[in-house]
């Protein structure tokens, strides 16, 4: 055998380790988003339902706000240290964002009824599914679409924050409808740019199933995000 049919061979190996690795990170991806969006939804029922806890936030607003910090720190940490990261750290700092996240976001109970939070949730996962297969099938690159996407996604954020002092309604429902159109389209955006890395990853080991990890993140932000502004436009208010 000589070294082109060496070759020849060598890649068909890897193309073969490639084809099977790629269904079992896309499954880990699904699947760890799927497990920290149950978190986060029993963690914010759970919260919501205990007098005392919820009690301990609408009062402590050192605890509120350092929990929102806590969030961000984990976040952070997670997506800049993840090679340094063993794949059982990685998942446990997933893991307690997820709680975490679900007991700032438990005020959603207090504040919206509670078929209108399941009428927005199940509003939230169809159109989700809808754009993750639309961005995972989809032939067109969407990377020049993502990078438009994170700049209007700063500035939201910019201008959520004025508005938090100057209280403009008209501009808090702008906001709303652009921070929807805005994970509706990284929805698609992620769902690519995952598959696309899951495509190249060489085979399911843990370097790889960081990377899953990484990605599932990424569409579990997408998913909240949407829920909420969706929940904002949508939602019944409690009388």
Do not use: C
Request: hydrophobic share 55%.
């Amino acid at each position: 055998m000589d070294y082109e049919e060496i070759t020849n061979v060598y890649a068909r190996e890897r193309e073969l380790e490639m084809s099977a690795a790629f269904p079992v990170l896309m499954r880990k991806v699904y699947l760890w988003m799927t497990l920290a969006l149950v978190i986060t939804g029993a963690t914010a029922y759970y919260v919501a339902h205990n007098e005392t806890l919820m009690t301990a936030l609408v009062s402590n607003q050192i605890l509120f706000w350092g929990l929102v910090i806590g969030e961000l720190a984990l976040v952070i940490g997670l997506s800049a240290a993840i090679n340094k990261l063993s794949l059982t750290m990685a998942t446990l700092m997933f893991v307690l964002y997820s709680v975490v996240n679900g007991a700032t976001m438990s005020f959603i109970f207090l504040v919206y009824t509670y078929s209108s939070i399941t009428n927005v949730f199940f509003i939230t996962a169809g159109t989700f599914a809808a754009m993750a297969a639309l961005g995972y099938f989809i032939k067109t690159d969407l990377s020049s679409m993502g990078r438009i996407l994170m700049m209007a996604l700063i500035g939201i954020i910019i201008a959520t924050i004025v508005n938090i002092f100057t209280k403009s309604e008209g501009l808090a429902v702008i906001l709303n409808y652009l921070g929807v159109l805005v994970f509706v389209g990284l929805t698609a955006y992620d769902s690519q740019k995952i598959k696309n890395m899951m495509m190249q990853a060489p085979d399911a080991g843990e370097a790889a199933q960081k990377m899953a990890l990484l990605g599932a993140l990424s569409l579990y932000l997408d998913f909240i995000n949407l829920f909420l502004y969706l929940l904002r436009i949508f939602g019944a208010r409690r009388d």
